[in-house]
């Protein structure tokens, strides 16, 4: 059965910073971006690096014209430090192929503490 683990507080926790705790023996960081809070397991699926502790990053993408690069500049992709895989946070798939999956873990914010559902 999952339990609670509390990992931070909001005012600790500003617009694009993360926190990464050990759960159960597990490092997973949980990121506040816009408001909401994102639990992802700080390994990363290609060869183990930390990915958690990488830049966050906007999206480099092609345009419909197969032409013109456009910037999405919504912060919410982990460049993971060792090979810069990109990661979305919110939802644990890889930006470039949605078949590499980092797991993903539910928040809950309490009375101003941020919890993660392990
Ligand atoms: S270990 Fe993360 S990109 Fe290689």
Sequence with gaps: MP?????????????????????????????????DYHAISNYCVHQAGPLCE???????????????????????????????WLFDVTNGENIHNSKYRVPTYGVEVEDGDIFVIR
Excluded at 55 to 83: A, F, Q, R, S, V
Aim: charged share 30%.
């Design 3 to 35: 339990s609670k683990h509390k990992v931070a507080t909001t005012e600790e926790l500003s617009d694009g910073s993360r926190v990464i705790a050990e759960i159960e023996g597990q490092e997973i960081a949980v990121f506040q971006i816009d408001g």
């Design 54 to 84: 990488g830049k966050l990053t906007g999206d480099m993408y092609i345009d419909d014209n197969g032409w013109d690069w456009n910037y999405d500049d919504d912060e919410k992709h982990i460049t993971c430090p060792w090979h810069g």
